[in-house]
């Protein structure tokens, strides 16, 4: 007969107990012991603990939780022999083992082979996670609750919205769930290859020194704070790890997500309130980021949508990007080291030009785009200079969004005497090198024509190769205005560049 499935909570005349063993090493420790084993007997009709015990072996835990269940149950359970014990499978021999060394001379009661519910798992995860030293919730989670949470923190594993989304950009969140509304400001965790994940801040402000944080400070985030880690497989507690494929996460993934609540003190596990906001406010972020490319130029307009919970509940949701703050204009002369990380290692970087009719659909395909700054001058002449990074997938991601945080000016040429020239991106943050070709080329001759004829509009463009053929992916798009400069000036700086005649000798 195969093994059953059974609930907690089931009312039922007869005296069930349901036991679970884990093992708590991980969690517990106790001087001496190498192994330490929990064992967990479960009251089936009220889903009420009857006896739990921790010992060093697992044969030790069962006989020690099944006496307790026995003789001094908790709460306001009666003491008495169970009329049938329910088990996994694998127990099935040390629960008989058990319950005959506290009965060696009487009848023991059937055993039946079954698989735990979810719900005896979590009552498990937190009688661990509080022996682990983690606050453990009034009012845990319910199953359909968990299921929900986990399959939208799978959705964004899959999405990698941090491959679009710097840990820079807050995101102003309203979240509504059980007619309460509450603000958070919502951090995208992992461009920077440290941490992925989202944190749900309290109010709409991320909390002061966040932005000056260096990997091995303490974070800081007040109590009240909501995280989702996706971390690499062994980093998490097995328990955390257990929940998370219980309720559909698949085996085989590189990472696995853990969910804390940031009290006073230390970190401790959502309650189903704080796991129904988590949830809704992993959908907000995906449906954001879904929207299109607000990056680099944030939506005037929040997206907001409705999310049906596990139970069936509604809830809804409106999140906006923050705008950057305006920057206060220097006192002096503004120096940028030029950086030479941007653009990997073999990657090509090409000038040409683009049609203004193909500006439009490749700026509605770019995952990440910025139109014109204000004041930019109208569309005029026929070329549009570009600047491409032809970067692959596996890059063109991160060098879109670290173009989106360098804010881009534009491009500038300078002339290194040597007869070459540098061609470098430069922003509000910094500027980037990008290729090096002569003083006089011919591609940098037509940059320059196209310039002028464009009034200094110009594209700054990361895409693969296959964008020329029509086909391909524009990961970063961002129009850009530089004033050429005058004519006059530009004469003057040809003739300084120009070699001065030589006088000649006259014959004596």
């Known amino acids: 007969m195969p093994p059953a499935a059974i609930l907690v909570v089931m009312v039922d005349a007869d005296r069930r107990w349901l036991v679970l063993v884990r093992d708590v090493s991980h969690a517990i420790s106790v001087r001496g012991h190498a192994e330490l084993h929990a064992a967990l007997v479960l009251d089936v009709a009220t889903g009420l603990v009857r006896g739990v015990a921790v010992a060093p072996s697992e044969l030790e835990a069962l006989v020690d939780a099944c006496r307790a269940a ?10 008495g022999q169970p009329d049938r014990v329910l088990c996994a499978a694998e127990l099935v021999h040390p629960v008989a083992e058990a319950l005959g060394t506290l009965r060696p001379a009487g009848v023991l009661p059937p055993i039946t082979e079954v698989v735990p519910g979810p719900e005896a798992e979590d009552i498990f995860d937190s009688f661990i996670g509080h022996m682990a030293g983690r606050a453990q919730p009034e009012e845990p989670p319910a199953p359909e609750d968990w299921r929900a949470l986990v399959a939208q923190a799978l959705a964004l594993w899959r999405a990698e919205p941090w491959a679009r989304w710097s840990d820079e950009i807050d995101l102003v969140l309203e979240v509504r769930v059980d007619g309460e509304a509450t603000r958070h400001a919502a951090v995208v965790m992992g461009n920077a290859g440290l941490q992925r994940g989202l944190a749900l801040y309290p109010g709409e402000d991320v909390p002061t020194g ?34 998370a494929v219980r309720y559909g996460w698949p085996t085989e993934a590189a990472l696995v997500p ?47 949508a409705t999310v049906v919970l596990g139970d069936g509940g509604r809830a809804s949701f409106a999140i906006y990007q923050r705008p950057p703050e ?24 090409v000038l040409g030009h683009l049609t203004w009719a193909a500006l439009g659909s490749l700026g509605s395909d770019a995952r990440l785009y910025r139109p014109a700054p204000p004041g930019a001058p109208d569309p005029a002449g026929e070329e549009l ?11 063109g991601d991160r060098v879109a969004a670290d173009l989106a ?12 005497g040597d007869g070459q020239c540098v061609v470098t991106v430069v922003g509000a943050t910094g500027a980037e090198l990008l290729m090096e070709l002569p003083a006089d080329s011919p591609a940098l001759a037509d940059l320059r024509r196209r310039l002028r004829h464009s009034k200094g509009r110009h594209v700054v463009m990361v895409a693969d190769e296959e964008t020329s053929r029509g086909n391909g992916t524009v990961y970063g798009l961002f129009e850009c205005h530089q004033p050429p400069a005058s004519e006059e000036r530009r004469r003057s700086q040809a003739s300084k560049s120009r070699p001065k005649p030589r006088p000649k000798r006259r014959r004596r």
């Open 405 to 416: 945080r360098l804010d881009p000016y534009g491009i500038g040429v300078v002339e290194t």
């Open 326 to 349: 305006p920057e206060r204009a220097p006192t002096g002369l503004r120096v940028h080291r030029v950086g030479c990380d941007l653009v990997p290692r073999g990657t090509p970087v």
């Open 210 to 243: 966040l932005r000056d944080w260096q990997p091995g400070e303490p974070v800081p985030a007040p109590p009240g704070t909501l995280l989702c880690l996706l971390d690499s497989p062994g980093e998490p507690p097995p328990e955390l790890t257990a929940k």
């Open 70 to 79: 026995r003789t001094k149950p908790a709460g306001s359970l009666p003491p």
């Open 385 to 395: 200079p570009v600047v491409a990074v032809l970067a692959g997938r596996r890059e």
């Open 258 to 304: 853990v969910f804390l609540e940031l009290g006073d003190d230390d970190a401790g596990e959502l309650d189903r309130a704080a796991a129904r906001r988590m949830t809704v406010a992993i959908a907000a972020v995906l449906a954001h980021d879904a929207r299109g490319p607000v990056l680099a130029h944030p939506a005037r307009e929040p997206t907001s």
